[in-house]
C-alpha cells in the first residue's frame, strides 16, 4: 500500500511562475504537452510529486492560469483539499488571481499557503505583492494562510515554502478511508497492453485491484480495477489522500472523459435536481437562468430556479452523484467568469407543483442545517429507508459496499433523533406514525359499524389504505393501535364477531347438531335459515361451526367427537363402517374422513380403508 499522499493544487494569475514553482520543489516537469512548454503556458492541469522535509509526501495539480483555461483550473481546484495561491512580486494581484480567489471561496477551501513569487525581480522582497494578496483575500478560508515570499530562479525562499507546506499538511485532519468512494476523473487514455486508464485525485474511499465499480457518465458503466498505480508505482491498495491511477476493464477509453466519476455501486444518488444555498457570490437572483455548474472535475450545463437571493433550484444537464454538503462552483457560461459557490441542502427534492411552492420552499430552505437536517427530511417524506439517507449524505457512513469499494459505518447504528422512529429499516417520523395507527383503528371500527360479518382487513387492504411505502411498516403499526393480528387479517382486539340477524339461527343451528353432531343440514336447510356463505364464515371465525369440503357444516368439537367412534372399530376401517358408526350418510362421512386425514388423526390406506393413528 502507497504511504500517505497529500494533494496540493496551485492556483494564480497565468504567467505568475506555479509551473516554475512546482518544478523547482518537485524536479519534475508538470507540463505535459508539447505546445504547453512551447509557449510556456499552462493549458491543461499537470501532475508532479515530491517529499517534504518530514518524509511527507505531498502530489501537486498544476492547474493553468488564463481565463480561456478557467474551466480545466476549476477541474484541477475541484478535488483538492489544499492550494497554494501564487501572486507574482512583479505583477501583484491580477484579474485571474481574482478568478482564481472566488474560485477557492467558492469550493470552501481554506487550507493553504500563499506564495509570492518571482522576488528575485523586486527591490521590496514581495512586500507590496504580500499585503495587496492579503486584502484582496479577506473574507476567504485563506485570509490567514501562511506566506512565504520565494525565487525559482535563485532557490529563494525555497527550503520556507517546504517547511511551511509541511506544516499546514500537518494539520490537516485524516480522511476518512471507511467513507464511500468517488472518484472524479480528470484524465482517461488508452495504454497498449493494458487498455483504458483513468486517473483522478482520491480523496474519500479505498481502491484494491479487483474492485467491482461503477464509472458514472454516458453510461453508468460496470468496471473492474485491474490495475492501480500512484506516482509511477503498482499497488495492490490505495487509501485517501492520493493521486491514482486506475486500468479498468469493462469500459474503452472513448466512453470516459473528464467529469465523469468511479463510484462504488449503488450507495451514491445520482440526481438532477438539487436544491441549494448561495455561500459567496451575488444574490441567485441577480444570477442568469443557464448556468454551468463545476463541482469535482465535472462541469455541466444547468437551469436556476431562484427561491430567494440565497436559495433556489438547480436542474443539472446530466445526473451526478450529489449529496448534502457538496460545495458547486456556478459560473456564467457567456462571460465565463465565475458567479459565486453554493452548497447543496437537498440532493433529491420534491417536486412544485402548486402556485407559491417556490417561495415556500425558499423557506423551508432557509432554516435548514447547511450540513443537512435529518428530522425534517424524515419529516417532509414520512418515512424513509435508513439506507436511503445513507445515500444523501444524512447520516454517517455508506450505505453498503466492502471495505474496498467505499466502505461501511463502523460505528454501529445511529441514533434517531426525538420524533423519529426505526422500524425494521426505516426512520418513520413519530407523528405520521401515530395517524396512521389512528386511521387503521378508525376504519377497522367503522367497517365492524358498517359489517358486523366483516373479517376485518386483510394486510393488503390494510397496507393500501394507509398508502405505506412497505408492508414491513405494518406490524408496528398494528402495535401502535392496539390491534390483533391473526391469519393474515387485522381485526379489532377481543371483538367477537356479531352475527346479527344471523345470531338466532346459528343458536338453533347449534342445538341441532348438539343433539345430532354428525347430520348436518342439506343447502336447502340452511338457505332456509337465512345462513349464506358470509354469516357461515363469521360464524366460523367467532368458533362456532366448522365447514368442511362441499359445503358441510358441524360443530368445532365434531372431529373429536368422530374419533372416539373410529377408535372403537376394527382396524383398519371401511368408508361404509365409519358412516354406520356415526349414524350420519355418505355425504357427511367422506369430507369429514378427510379431514381428519388432513389433521393427521387417521390415515387412508386404500380407496377403501383406514386406520386411526396411534401415538407413536
Avoid: Y
Avoid at 57 to 73: K, Y
Avoid at 170 to 190: E, I, K, N, Q, Y
Avoid at 259 to 278: A, F
Amino acid at each position: 500500500m502507497a504511504g500517505p499522499l497529500h494533494v496540493v493544487a496551485t492556483a494564480g494569475h497565468v504567467d505568475h511562475g506555479k509551473s516554475t514553482l512546482v518544478r523547482a520543489l518537485t524536479g519534475m516537469e508538470p507540463d505535459r504537452w508539447a505546445e504547453e512548454r512551447r509557449r510556456g503556458l499552462t493549458i491543461d492541469l499537470g501532475f508532479a510529486w515530491t517529499t517534504l522535509p518530514s518524509g511527507r509526501a505531498v502530489a501537486f495539480v498544476d492547474v493553468p492560469g488564463h481565463e480561456r483555461f478557467l474551466g480545466n483550473m476549476l477541474a484541477g481546484l475541484g478535488p483538492a483539499p489544499v492550494v497554494c495561491f501564487v501572486v507574482a512580486a512583479d505583477e501583484g494581484w491580477r484579474a485571474q488571481s481574482s478568478d482564481h480567489r472566488d474560485a477557492v471561496a467558492a469550493l470552501g477551501i481554506d487550507a493553504g499557503v500563499i506564495v509570492i513569487s518571482r522576488a528575485d525581480r523586486v527591490t521590496d522582497g514581495g512586500a507590496a505583492a504580500l499585503a495587496q494578496t492579503r486584502a484582496e483575500l479577506t473574507g476567504t478560508g485563506l485570509q490567514a494562510a501562511p506566506a512565504v515570499v520565494v525565487s525559482a530562479v535563485d532557490g529563494r525562499g525555497l527550503p520556507d515554502l517546504r517547511r511551511v507546506l509541511d506544516g499546514v499538511l500537518a494539520g490537516l485532519p485524516p480522511p476518512d478511508p471507511a467513507a464511500r468512494l468517488r472518484l472524479w476523473v480528470d484524465r482517461s487514455f488508452t495504454v497498449t497492453g493494458a487498455g483504458t486508464v483513468v486517473t483522478g485525485t482520491l480523496a474519500t474511499g479505498r481502491l484494491a485491484r479487483g474492485d467491482h465499480l461503477q464509472v458514472l457518465g454516458d453510461g453508468p458503466h460496470a468496471v473492474t480495477v485491474r490495475g492501480l498505480q500512484s506516482r509511477g508505482q503498482s499497488h495492490d491498495r490505495l487509501e485517501p489522500v492520493d493521486r491514482v491511477a486506475l486500468n479498468l476493464r469493462g469500459v474503452s477509453a472513448d466512453q470516459v472523459r473528464r467529469g465523469d466519476v468511479v463510484v462504488s455501486p449503488d450507495v451514491w444518488p445520482v440526481t438532477t435536481r438539487l436544491d441549494v444555498r448561495r455561500v459567496t457570490g451575488p444574490g441567485l437572483t441577480e444570477a442568469p437562468e443557464h448556468l454551468t455548474v463545476h463541482v469535482g472535475t465535472a462541469a455541466v450545463p444547468a437551469r436556476l430556479r431562484p427561491f430567494d437571493d440565497d436559495h433556489g433550484r438547480l436542474a443539472l444537464a446530466r445526473p451526478l452523484p450529489l449529496v448534502v454538503g457538496d460545495r458547486l462552483v456556478l459560473r456564467n457560461p457567456g462571460t465565463r467568469r465565475i458567479l459565486g459557490g453554493a452548497r447543496v441542502l437537498d440532493a433529491d427534492p420534491p417536486e412544485l407543483r402548486r402556485r407559491g411552492a417556490s417561495a415556500r420552499r425558499g423557506h423551508v430552505l432557509a432554516g435548514l442545517d447547511p450540513a443537512g437536517d435529518l428530522l425534517a427530511e424524515v419529516a417532509r417524506r414520512g418515512a424513509v429507508p435508513e439506507r436511503q439517507l445513507r445515500r444523501l449524505g444524512l447520516l454517517g457512513g455508506s450505505p453498503g459496499g466492502s471495505p474496498d469499494g467505499g466502505g461501511i459505518d463502523p460505528t454501529g447504528p445511529p441514533t434517531p433523533p426525538d420524533g423519529v422512529l426505526m422500524v425494521d429499516g426505516w426512520w418513520v417520523h413519530a407523528p405520521v406514525h401515530l395517524a396512521w395507527a389512528e386511521r387503521l383503528r378508525s376504519a377497522l371500527t367503522d367497517l365492524a359499524d358498517r359489517d358486523p360479518l366483516a373479517d376485518g382487513l386483510t394486510r393488503g387492504a390494510a397496507t393500501d389504505l394507509l398508502d405505506l411505502p412497505d408492508t414491513s411498516l405494518l406490524d408496528s403499526v398494528v402495535a401502535a393501535a392496539g390491534l390483533e393480528q391473526d391469519g393474515g387479517q387485522v381485526r379489532l382486539p377481543g371483538r367477537r364477531a356479531d352475527l346479527g340477524p344471523a345470531e338466532a339461527a346459528i343458536a338453533g343451528l347449534e342445538h341441532r347438531l348438539a343433539a345430532a353432531p354428525f347430520a348436518a343440514p342439506e343447502a336447502e336447510d340452511l338457505a332456509g335459515l337465512r345462513l349464506g356463505v358470509r354469516e357461515l364464515a363469521a360464524a366460523e371465525r367467532a368458533g362456532r361451526i366448522l365447514r368442511l369440503r362441499d359445503g358441510i357444516v358441524v360443530l368445532p368439537t365434531a372431529p373429536a367427537l368422530a374419533m372416539r367412534e373410529l377408535a372403537r372399530l376394527p382396524q383398519p376401517f371401511t368408508t361404509s363402517q365409519a358412516r354406520a358408526a356415526l349414524a350420519t350418510t355418505r355425504r357427511v362421512a367422506i369430507p369429514l374422513l378427510e379431514h381428519l386425514d388432513a389433521r393427521g388423526w387417521t390415515r387412508r390406506l386404500d380407496a377403501g380403508h383406514r386406520e386411526v393413528r396411534r401415538p407413536g
